[in-house]
């Protein structure tokens, strides 16, 4: 199973994006599945994440901006991004939670500049 990440890109300050993360088989089922993101010279974090059931879990600095969702029948996770904020530029990655290293893809660069 390979996941692929899109829907980056370049954005101004207060725009939205939103991004996808295709898997080629069937994990969503299987794993929790979560949004990650590595600025430069920064340890990758997690941002967005399912919990038990459809509960959701954010990092206190996208709270309330990001939403994760999720299209099982398409094998397909959405993180969408509002009101991003130049500090929300990174490589953005999905993955289950706990990563699982074979996971990580080539992720989805987002930059957030006017």
């Known amino acids: 199973v390979q996941l692929v990440e899109s829907g980056g890109g370049l954005v101004q300050p207060g725009g939205s994006l939103r991004l996808s993360c295709a898997a080629s088989g069937s994990i969503f089922s299987i794993y929790r599945m979560g949004w990650y993101r590595q600025a430069p010279g920064k340890q990758r974090e997690l941002v967005a994440a399912?919990?038990?059931?459809?509960?959701?879990n954010y990092a206190d600095s996208v709270k309330g901006r990001f939403t994760i969702s999720r299209d099982n029948a398409k094998n397909t996770v959405y993180l969408q991004m509002n009101s991003l904020k130049p500090e929300d530029t990174a490589v953005y990655y999905c993955?289950?939670?706990?990563?699982?290293?074979?996971?990580w893809g080539q992720g989805t660069q987002v930059t957030v500049s006017s």
């Open positions: 993955n289950t939670d706990p990563p699982l290293p074979v996971y």
């Open positions: 399912f919990r038990i059931g459809s509960s959701t």
